[in-house]
């Protein structure tokens, strides 16, 4: 604790028509050591900080050399270049907000908004690091040069994931702790959710997958029923809007979990038998023109969207538990 120092030896002496006020003076010294203390003290003994610089770093590495020498190509590698430079800006805004000392003076919820974008940007970065080895070292032909700038491209995304993966475990709920719902398993658990829906898009919509039957047509409706109930979760634990609900938040978040859990299990068993069962136009094996392709072929997307929706289905199922114990602790 650093505490305000008065000098003796100087009494400043207000006087008065009754008697006369002693006020001490204070030591202006005492008061820049003090605030020198405290910049000096957050900057070496704050983890989230340095986390945060860390990921910071190496996002900005990973997209400034993507960009200057990898010579990556559209839509596969300007995707790598924004999960990296998102991240970047995030990050520094982040940063800025909190050694200025500005969270009360943005328009979201501080407890919310920075472990949200970390989570997120762990994601990206990820997908990043997985994305830019398959689309560009992995029949990797051309210049030296051109394979070490994407070597070191790769190196840096996979260490900015580690530090946003790090942030998130650092500024994670604990135990006793009072942190907005986003820092709590749910949260996560949402942003996950809506990510993986993401990606699910993607590989749905280039090329379309989901046209042939209505079946897979109901699965799409499912991805985007429960994505959009998802991240209007998120945005309004973010503009801090659930107290605005007509019903309680909580027991809201119990009853979507449980839907969420039922459209995803049907979609979970509905998807592979319509695209890899032969009965209804499937094919069970991997053509082997898949092999000599750059990237992923049509059978390998749908076979990541079923994968990718089994993952849902058990994120959502987690998140069904963990709601329901959060309704009967409020109880």
């Not at 029949?139 to 946003?164: E, K, N």
């Not at 719902?181 to 996950?192: D, E, I, N, R, S």
Request: hydrophobic content about 50%; charged content about 10%; glycine content about 4%.
């Amino acid at each position: 604790m650093c505490a305000l120092v008065t000098a003796p030896s100087s009494m400043a002496r207000v006087k008065s028509s009754d008697h006369i006020h002693s006020l001490p003076t204070v030591n202006l010294s005492s008061i820049i050591g003090c605030r020198q203390f405290h910049h000096s003290s957050v900057l070496h003994f704050n983890p989230l900080l340095w986390t945060r610089l860390a990921a910071l770093a190496f996002s900005c590495v990973a997209f400034s050399v993507a960009v200057h020498g990898a010579r990556t190509i559209p839509i596969s590698g300007d995707w790598c270049i924004f999960c990296w430079a998102f991240s970047f800006a995030g990050t520094l805004l982040v940063i800025l907000v909190e050694l200025f000392g500005l969270q009360m003076k943005v328009p979201v919820s501080w407890k919310n908004f920075p472990i949200t974008f970390a989570c997120y940007a762990a994601l990206l970065c990820l997908s990043a690091s997985i994305i830019f080895p398959l689309y560009f070292l992995k029949h990797s032909t051309g210049p030296s040069s051109i394979r070490d700038y994407r070597i070191v491209a790769a190196v840096f995304s996979c260490l900015a994931t580690v530090a946003y993966i790090s942030e998130v475990s650092i500024s994670k709920a604990r135990p006793g702790e009072v942190v907005g719902y986003m820092a709590t398993g749910p949260g996560l658990l949402k942003v996950c959710e809506t990510f993986v829906a993401c990606i699910i898009f993607v590989f749905v919509t280039d090329p379309v997958l989901y046209d042939r039957h209505d079946a897979p047509k109901y699965c799409m409706a499912v991805y985007c029923i429960c994505f959009i109930l998802s991240a209007a979760i998120i945005l309004l634990c973010i503009g801090e809007c659930t107290g605005c609900l007509p019903f309680p938040f909580p027991r809201f978040l119990s009853a979507y979990a449980m839907l969420a859990v039922v459209l995803y299990l049907s979609a979970t068993i509905i998807w592979p038998i319509f695209n890899f069962d032969p009965k209804h136009g499937g094919n069970r094996d991997r053509p082997y023109s898949c092999s000599t392709e750059s990237g992923l072929c049509s059978w390998d997307k749908r076979m990541a969207v079923a994968l990718l929706t089994a993952v849902n289905f058990i994120l959502y199922l987690a998140d069904l538990i963990y709601s329901t114990r959060l309704v009967f602790v409020n109880a």
